[in-house]
Structures are given as structure tokens and as C-alpha cells.
């Protein structure tokens, strides 16, 4: 019997903050004070802010999670981080975070019928072999966990998404008005 092993998975960690309402008011009033560019873009260093100790600390050990699951050695330390404050029109198209190992996303505010962030499959198949199309792309019935060319998530207040910063991630344009405020963290050991 065929048995197919999963030696090059892309993992992305989800987990959920159990405080979420004990910080959001606070930390939301401090974002507010920020100025942010036309793509909603404030290089405010959230790592190195006191005020955000708890949810700092508990990103951190959801890292080390995260890095233990996959045998990383060393210890990872977030030595960048920014906010997004996404308004209606705003997007991030395809990028990734060259230089790191580990990068983050934490919703601090959103609305699950906001669009959500995508990744894409970092293993191209150049030949085609599932004859995918642009009819094709978001039939989820023509993939499957070994052949999706993207992921997406919804934004979720209090949610933190973990993965490895090669991995590209986007986020289409916000359709809606409603608030929606990221931290963004990058981590290399």
C-alpha cells in the first residue's frame, strides 16, 4: 500500500487570546493616538513598549511553541514589530518578510466578514499537473492538503497567526469600514 509522507509541510499556528477583552480598550486607545501613513502603517515598535508586556509575552511563548514543535535551536526574539490600521481601500499585496525566521500576525480589532489574510503555497509546481485555471483557483473541490495554492484566514479579534517569515502573505482590499488594527511581528533567533 502507497503511503504518501508530508515532508515539506508550510505550518502556520493559530491560537486564540483568552484576554483579549482585559487589553483591547487600552491598547486600542494607544493605537488611536498614532499617526499612520495613506496604507495605514505606523513602524511603532509594539515589541519594546512596556505598556504591551501581557500580550507580548504571551506572543513570545506561543513563538516558542511554535518553535519547538518544528526542533528550531536557539532562543527567537521579536526584534521588529509595527501596526496596520486598515481603513476601507486599504490592502497588502504579496510579500514576505526576508531576513527573518518567524513572523507574526495579532488582530487586536476585526470583523470576521472583513477579507482575509492569505497565504500561498511556497512549493510551484511549474508543470501544471491539476490543470489549474483562474475557473479553477477557487474551487476548493479541485485541491486538497497536498495540492492548495493558497490558505486564507479570517481576521479574528484576539487571534495570532505564526509562520515562517518566507512564507507570502497578502491581504486583499478592505471592503468595508469597520476597524481592523494588526500587529506585526518579526523574530530571528
Known amino acids: ?112 466578514n472583513d477579507v482575509a489574510t492569505m497565504f500561498k503555497n511556497p512549493h510551484v509546481d511549474m508543470l501544471n499537473p491539476l490543470n489549474r485555471t483562474s475557473k479553477t483557483e477557487d474551487n476548493e473541490d479541485c485541491f486538497n492538503n497536498l495540492t492548495y495554492a493558497t490558505t486564507t484566514y479570517k481576521p479574528k479579534t484576539g487571534r495570532l497567526l505564526i509562520f515562517r517569515s518566507f512564507l507570502e502573505h497578502m491581504v486583499p482590499i478592505k471592503i468595508n469600514n469597520k476597524t481592523r488594527i494588526i500587529f506585526s511581528y518579526n523574530f530571528n533567533n
Open 1 to 112: 500500500m502507497l503511503k504518501i509522507k508530508q515532508y515539506f509541510p508550510t505550518n502556520i499556528g493559530d491560537v486564540e487570546c483568552d484576554f483579549i477583552n482585559d487589553i483591547q480598550k487600552n491598547y486600542t486607545n494607544i493605537i488611536n493616538k498614532l499617526k499612520f501613513d495613506e496604507k495605514g502603517l505606523n513602524y511603532f515598535a509594539v515589541h519594546k513598549d512596556k505598556r504591551f508586556k501581557k500580550l507580548n509575552d504571551w506572543i513570545k511563548s506561543n513563538v516558542d511553541i511554535y518553535v519547538k514543535a518544528h526542533k528550531y535551536q536557539g532562543n527567537f526574539t521579536a526584534k521588529e514589530s509595527w501596526v496596520i490600521n486598515y481603513k476601507k481601500n486599504n490592502y497588502q499585496p504579496w510579500h514576505l518578510h526576508p531576513g527573518w525566521t518567524i513572523s507574526t500576525i495579532f488582530y487586536l480589532k476585526a470583523d470576521e
